[in-house]
């Protein structure tokens, strides 16, 4: 099994290496990996179009909205130990406590997350993961990625993703992380990530004169924004 | 010695009376630029309140809009801003065909987005000068029960005709400048070919 993973690893990498590309455009927007990353936005669009959208859409149409809220809440409070870890890192203790806080009221209060008591008290979701931890690190981003399935991230982004797994509470429970159990979970988060960002799908169906470099752009500006490095208006373009 | 600190403090107080004008003539033109920004918005709310009420046919709501582009947006400076680099050296007759066909995609994509209209106001919230002429004002697109607010901030310019709207920032995303990334990849693909750009302009409008 580990033979098997060490070989589909390397030649994901030969895939990579073989797909760099060394026109200037792509170089000066930090995408080497151009020619890949719009086959694997193709394949996920393809893959949206006839699987995710169409669940999303039962999902919505069969559940109820306040049922549909209570599981957005619950695994939003799931990931609440990974928003505190990565706020302590990022030095942030009163966010950090102001999150662990969240995380007791909702999960005790709220009946296991499904209420979101924290809000209603005036404890504000704070969101963060540990490719931004690294960014404030000084880690720099690294060339653009389309991971399948996932969608737009970086070298950075993705590594964070990877270790973002880890303070989750479904790795620390063996039954949920070694079975069935872990999958019924992803697709659960994966139809409510996708009702969330219809709005964003269907803007780009509609706005986008080249939908993968709109998704690229709005991917970095959204990365910049959660960093904090644009807010101050200092490094917008000039006109002239 | 006396000769010389008289001659520092009216440098002094002429520096302050230059930072003072500076600064009041700032503060005016920001409070300028807000002013601009809800006025210009708020003719065109007039206008889908209107639309929305059945005083005004589609048509007439098209038509409206149109004319009130070229007083909200400096559209020939946003054209020329997306083609990044590409611009220079361009042939001229090319550069016109582009010109022509942006500016009628751009108005095609926010005629699409006007019958999505549902009661939205926008409040002006505040404004940033980053430069003499060169603005950015903070608003909010009151969402008055049809879903959430918005934040909206728009970069606005002040040059020969008065000020314009140049690019505008939605969920903190820069529309000028995404649209740039698109033009110029698509350019950059066809080795600097701009009728590329054109192309795909007019294919994504049919």
Redesign the interface.
Known sequence: MRHLRLAGLAILAGLAVSACTT????LQ?NDPLEPLNRAVFSFNSAADEAVIAPAAYAYRDVVPAPARTGVRNALRNLNEPVVFANLLLQGRPGDAFATASRFGLNTIVGVGGLFDVASEANIERRDTDFGLTLGRWGVESGPYMVLPFLGPSSVRDTFGRFVDRYPHPTYWVEDVRETEAIWVYRGIFAIDVRLQLDETFQSLE?????PY??L???YR??RA?ALGT?QD??D??D?? | MLHLIRLSTISLVAAFAVLAFTQLSHAQDAGEAEAFVQREAQQVIDALQAYNQGELDEETLKRNFRERVDILADVPRITNFVLGRYRRGADEAELEEFRGVFREFAINVYERELGNYAGQTLEVTGSVTRAPGDFIVRSTVRANGAGEDVPVNWRVLSGDEGMKVVDAEVLGVWLAQTQREEITSIIGNARGDISAATRALRQRMQ
């Open positions: 026109r200037p455009e792509s927007t509609r706005s986008a004169i080249d470099v709109q690229r752009s709005v500006q959204n924004n644009a208006y200092e917008l373009p006109f002239d």
